[in-house]
């Protein structure tokens, strides 16, 4: 019986003590700054994610992204990445990358020049009483330290723009992340006498140049710290860029380390600082380690708020559709309904019939399933290759010979076995979503084309400035700023209505028939409406006298016509001598050529320049695979313009009666399509071969 209870004992310490590790490690904030060298690519994009959950980093300030046009995007794992445009050239670039369980504190952002950019967290206070920690991040990238010999005015341009980033009220928590290309170099016993232990701490790498001499005088003026030359680690966690020089001479190369990506706080902030130093572990290839700053806000804020639940939804789609399901769902809720045991309360009784009707939808409906991105990377072969190239590259990194031939090339090995299987993957995913819509009828395969079209497309975010003319980034904050617009733009200065109190008395102002009659309108009820009705023919009046007739046959069938609604076509063609009110000829542009019936326009030459217009913009969607020359072959594109594209155009082709003249439309602009496809330009002598793009 001791020895039991010892391993209890020993067992329950170990479980407390992981405990007690987890809730500390998850009420610690990490912020990082990491210069990536391009971040364009969607892989690149998503080992950026990766490395996210990898390291426990909150909010990371993101340098050399090599993008030109802002985007605001969610990574797997739904982590909010920000890419700022540039105005200037396209080899710099910032952007931040903010985690899933702090974005919701996000406020907003805004940017200065294409080196320094910053945005605003608001962190509710652990206090109920107090408000909440207001948190200034700044992501900045400097010239080089040969630029600033060169051109010193660029440089001081740049700390002109990084002190409008830092000028703040002091109850702002300040933190600077960046890639400064500055070495602060080891602190010196001068130092210390001259007072810059408020800004340096003792574990510097090198010596400091021209870059290092201006950040330390910035450090100065602004009373700020560099935190990750505060705790003492091993040399391969203090340095932050590392790679490899060749001799002229010898032909040899040598590596080298440098400390030039700091992450920066106020003098005062020090104390949260739980820890700092580099990481070269990434899976994200760049020269440049992740510079990670561990802060402990516990004691003053309430870094994560609870989980919420999810919300359980049903797949109603289905029992729409399915006839057999519909009886299914309606036998099982009263059989269900009638074994119920009587409730002691009516409360009691709406629970159990809710609980019921919920357990016959799950047991025969079921729930709806979560409509996940495909993500190539995820793959497990790809996942394997880029563990190994990753091992690969570390030991390339940690190799100190000379000879690194062999290892270079099992590295460019492997990255080409990658892009051959996201090829096979891409192709394979193209080649799936072509067969299902060459599978469908012909009646749908046009609209399994547009739903197709429209499931990849993303809501453009809005932006909003705040009074500061800052950009908000925060949902909630943005409605309460169009809320508040649209109150004193279109509010009403009468107050309010009362509400009724006292006994039951007359109105003061009768209910009248016409807000009723709105008041009907606007109900919810189960009947079923026969809408879009539309009557033609070539006179008039007859047209009016069906509209009775109909109403009277739809009513049998419980159907009710709208008549406001209903319209009615006349067919006719316009003399020669017949205008319209701006006095132009009305034959050939007469109002029922453009009337839409069943999708179409009744004129068929109106009807295929809209067709025209409608499959140039289902072309235009995927436009960056008709351009793509090395991950999709010609016959998958061709493939997938015969689903995507050529259903849209062709729509109700069969009714068209039109001359050839207008039918050379359709031929023209296919032809145009399949030019770009192939990426050869219109000569006269051109010729596209049949065999090149017939798909069997």
Known sequence: M????RKSTATWKIAVEQVTTLLVTIALLGFATWNVRGLTKTDKQHLLAQDCDRYDLDIVGIQETKTRQFSDLRLPGNHRLLLFDQKDGYHGGLGFLINSRVNHFFRSFHQISDRVVYMDFFVPSKFVHKPPSKLRIVNCYSPTNPKTISNPEATDQFYRELQVAVDVPARYELWILGDFNAKLGKRSDQDYNSGLHKNLGRYGVGRRNENGERLLNFLVFNNLFA?????????????TRTGWVKDKKTKKSFPYFSQIDFVLCRSRSTVFLSDARSYGGAKLHSDHKIVKATIDLREKTKPYKSRKTETVKYNTTSLVCNKELQSQFHQAVPQQVDSLPTPPNVKAGFEQLFETVKTA??????????NKKTQHSSDPQVCCMSDE??????QLNDNMLRDRSELRRKINKLKNNINKRLKELE????????DSIKNADDTKRKFEATRALATDKQPEPISVFNSDNQLVGNDEDKAAIIREWFMQHYASSEPPLQPFTGPPRPLQAPITCEEVQFAASKLKNEWEHADDADFGNEVEENLREMLPICKEILAEWDLLVNEDKTEFVRFYIA?????????EPLRGREPWRKNVTLGSKLCSKADIVHRCILANVAFEKYSKVWLEKYHTSLYTKVKLYEALVTPVLLYNCNSWAAPEKILQKVDVCQRNHLRQIMNCTYSPTSVIKISTLVVG
Do not use: Y
């Open 2 to 5: 001791v020895t039991t209870t």
């Open 227 to 239: 935190a990750n030359t505060a705790f003492r680690h091993s040399s391969r966690h203090i340095s």
């Open 361 to 370: 939808a799950s047991n025969t409906v079921g729930m709806r399933q979560k």
């Open 389 to 394: 190239r990753h091992r690969l590259i570390l």
């Open 427 to 434: 192709t394979e995913h193209a080649n799936k979503l072509a």
């Open 575 to 583: 003399d020669k001598t017949d205008v319209d009110e701006k006095g």
